[in-house]
C-alpha cells in the first residue's frame, strides 16, 4: 500500500501526539525523581546523619519517581514549589526552573524523534524545548503562590436571592485550583517553548505562522486536563491533548506551500 500524503499526515498527527503523551509522562518522572533526591538530600543533612549522604540521592530519586508515576499532577505541583527541599521563594525558583527544565528535556527528545523521522528535525529543536520549559519554571512559583493558591480564600458566592450567602464545596474550588495551576503552567511553558521552537523553524525557512499560541493553548489545555487526572493517566491524557491540538498545525507549517495549498 502507497502512502499518499493525506494519510502520512495522519501518521505523523498520531506519532506526534504519542511523543507529547509519553513525554509529559515522563517529564513528571523526572521532576518526581529530581524533588526525591533534593529532599532526601537535605533531610540528610538536617538529620546530622552524614552516613545517609551516600545513599539519599538514589533513595529519594526512586521513590520521587514511583510518586510521580502514581499521582501525576500533584508530584509535579510538588517538585515545581520546591517540596522539602526549597528554602523560601528563591529555592522554590530553582527547584521550579530545575523541575520543568527536565520536563522540557523530556518532551524535547521525543518531539525530536517525531521530527528526526520525518527529517525535519534539529538538535536545537531539545535545546528550544528545555530552555522554554525553564524559563516558564523561573515565573511559575510566583504566579502560583499569586494567582492560584489564593483561589481558596475568594470562594463565597453572592447569591441571586440576596436571601443568604453560600459557598461551594471544598472539592469544587479544590478541582478549580488544579486546573488553574495546570494551565497556567501548560501556558508558561507552551508559550516559552513555543517561541524558541518558532526562531527553530525560521532557520530552517519555515513559515511560523500561529505556532506560539497553538502551542501554548495545547499545553494549557493538556495541563488543566492532567492536572484534574490525579494518576499517571492523566499526564497521558493531557500531553495527548496538547498533541492533538498542537499536532496539525505543525505539520501543516512543514509542509511546502504547495502541498499545504493542496491540503
Not at 30 to 47: D, K, N, Q, R, Y
Not at 185 to 207: C, D, E, F, K
Amino acid at each position: 500500500m502507497v502512502d499518499t500524503p493525506r494519510s502520512n499526515g495522519w501518521r505523523q498527527w498520531g506519532l506526534w501526539t504519542v511523543a507529547c503523551a509519553v513525554g509529559l509522562l515522563v517529564a513528571a518522572g523526572f521532576a518526581g525523581a529530581l524533588s526525591g533526591m533534593a529532599t532526601a538530600i537535605v533531610m540528610a543533612f538536617e538529620s546530622g546523619d552524614t552516613g545517609k549522604l551516600a545513599d539519599a540521592p538514589a533513595a529519594g530519586a526512586m521513590s520521587g519517581l514511583i510518586f510521580a508515576l502514581l499521582m501525576g499532577a500533584p508530584a509535579i505541583a510538588y517538585a515545581v514549589l520546591g517540596g522539602d527541599a526549597a528554602a523560601g521563594p528563591a529555592g522554590q525558583v530553582v527547584m521550579a526552573m530545575a523541575t520543568l527544565a527536565a520536563a522540557g528535556l523530556a518532551i524535547g527528545v521525543f518531539q525530536f524523534d517525531v521530527l528526526r523521522r520525518n527529517r525535519l528535525a534539529h538538535w536545537s529543536w531539545i535545546t528550544a524545548t528545555i530552555v522554554g520549559w525553564m524559563l516558564a519554571g523561573a515565573l511559575l512559583p510566583v504566579v502560583l503562590n499569586k494567582v492560584v493558591l489564593p483561589i481558596e480564600s475568594t470562594t463565597a458566592i453572592v447569591p441571586t436571592d440576596g436571601a443568604h450567602s453560600a459557598t461551594p464545596p471544598a472539592a469544587t474550588w479544590d478541582s478549580l485550583q488544579w486546573a488553574s495551576g495546570g494551565c497556567l503552567m501548560g501556558l508558561l511553558g507552551g508559550s516559552a517553548s513555543g517561541a524558541l521552537q518558532s526562531l527553530v523553524l525560521r532557520q530552517r525557512r519555515v513559515r511560523v505562522g500561529w505556532w506560539v499560541p497553538v502551542n501554548a493553548a495545547g499545553w494549557a489545555l493538556g495541563g488543566a486536563v492532567a492536572a484534574l487526572v490525579f494518576t499517571g493517566a492523566g499526564l497521558v491524557l493531557g500531553g495527548a491533548i496538547a498533541g492533538l491540538i498542537t499536532g496539525p498545525i505543525l505539520f501543516r507549517l512543514l509542509q511546502p506551500p504547495s502541498a499545504a495549498k493542496r491540503a
